[in-house]
């Protein structure tokens, strides 16, 4: 159907930390959403995937009730690989006990009679960006997010690459020589993820410097030391860099984006970070595509709220 302005929808982000809901609101066409009524609220995973789920639930009740006017439905990004006819949780990790399994979009559609659309988290952060961020008005993009872990999503023509089972963009679990032996969240060992990440630049600290082991408890402890001028800090915000500027340049030689979008708390790093990740960049990417853009994202947390809604409403306006 034709969905006529204004339009108004609640969406929600689920990560493994906290949820996040909003009202996102469409005044006219062309224009920027709105993002109102924001809440957030923990996740507190440990208690299992049914009282996340009832959470949501309330999360999304209390949003609508927020709503100056009928919404049009919910838009859910959520941690996990979504079964993209279902929108149920295909696939966690233990990060998020009791998750697999859930049947978001099913239970959310009994409790608000509303419609209902559910996707990927990082899918529909790199939607938001797509539509209304980076990489508004252009042809595609790969949208990178260096955070606590590593993933992405490539957008073509405003739509999100998903892959057959829901799962495409975990580029944190490509192989990378400098993670070598070092095991990965997946189960396997030498992803990318393992040294890339927030998280792995603390695993990496460990590695190259065994003698201060201990001594960091993540990016954000390897950055404060570098930001201080420790030459060993700064030595693996540098190697990381590298790794995932190898990583991206292996990308753009596959995806051939228009732009790339990088996101996550690791963009804080440093310039020596974005030194490494520059060269490794230019070391690997194909000469057509060395001028590609790397560009940081532009919505921050709203990304995946925007990136939710507008997947509510490629469903409602088919």
């Known amino acids: 159907m034709d969905v006529a302005y204004p339009r108004t929808i609640v969406a929600v982000d689920v990560g493994g930390t906290k949820i996040a809901g909003a009202v996102v609101s469409y005044g006219r066409s062309g224009v920027s959403p709105a993002i109102l009524h924001e809440r957030t609220i923990p996740t507190d995973a440990s208690r299992g995937g049914n009282a996340v789920l009832d959470d949501i639930v309330r999360l999304a009740l ?17 941690a996990g690989c979504v079964d993209p006819l279902a929108g149920s949780i295909a696939f966690a990790n233990d990060l998020m006990p009791g998750w697999t399994g859930q049947p978001v ?7 608000t009679a509303l419609p209902v659309a559910v996707m990927g988290d990082v899918h529909a952060h790199a939607l938001g960006e797509a539509r209304w961020g980076a990489a508004r008005g252009m042809q595609s993009c790969l949208c990178v997010a260096a955070g606590t872990g590593l993933g992405g999503a490539f957008v073509a023509d405003g739509a999100v690459m998903r892959g057959f089972r829901g799962a495409a963009g975990h580029l944190g679990h490509v192989q990378s020589p400098l993670a070598a032996g ?37 990016g954000a402890d390897v950055s404060r030391l570098a930001a201080a001028g420790d030459a060993d800090a700064i030595e693996v915000l540098q190697a ?38 520059r060269e490794g960049f230019a070391s690997m990417v194909m000469p057509l595509m060395r001028d590609t853009p790397i560009v940081d994202a532009a919505l921050g947390g709203h990304a995946p709220l925007v990136g939710a809604s507008e997947n509510l409403l490629d469903t409602v306006t088919l």
């Not at 209390?62 to 959520?78: R, Y």
């Not at 979009?105 to 409790?111: D, G, K, N, T, Y």
């Not at 292996?250 to 310039?271: H, K, M, Q, Y």
């Open 240 to 277: 990381s860099g590298r790794a995932l500027g190898e990583a991206l340049g292996s990308w753009a030689n596959t995806f051939d984006p228009e732009v790339i979008v990088l996101s996550g708390s690791v963009l804080a790093a440093g310039e020596p970070w974005r030194a490494g990740m």
């Open 62 to 78: 209390e949003l609508i009730a927020a709503c100056d006017e009928p919404p049009l439905g919910v838009g859910v990004g959520t």
């Open 182 to 218: 070092i095991p990965c969240a997946c189960g396997a060992s030498g992803h990318l993820e393992s040294i890339a990440s927030g998280t792995g630049l603390g695993i990496l600290f460990d590695r190259l410097f065994p003698a201060r082991a201990g001594e960091v408890a993540g």
């Open 105 to 111: 979009a099913a239970r959310l559609r009994e409790a």
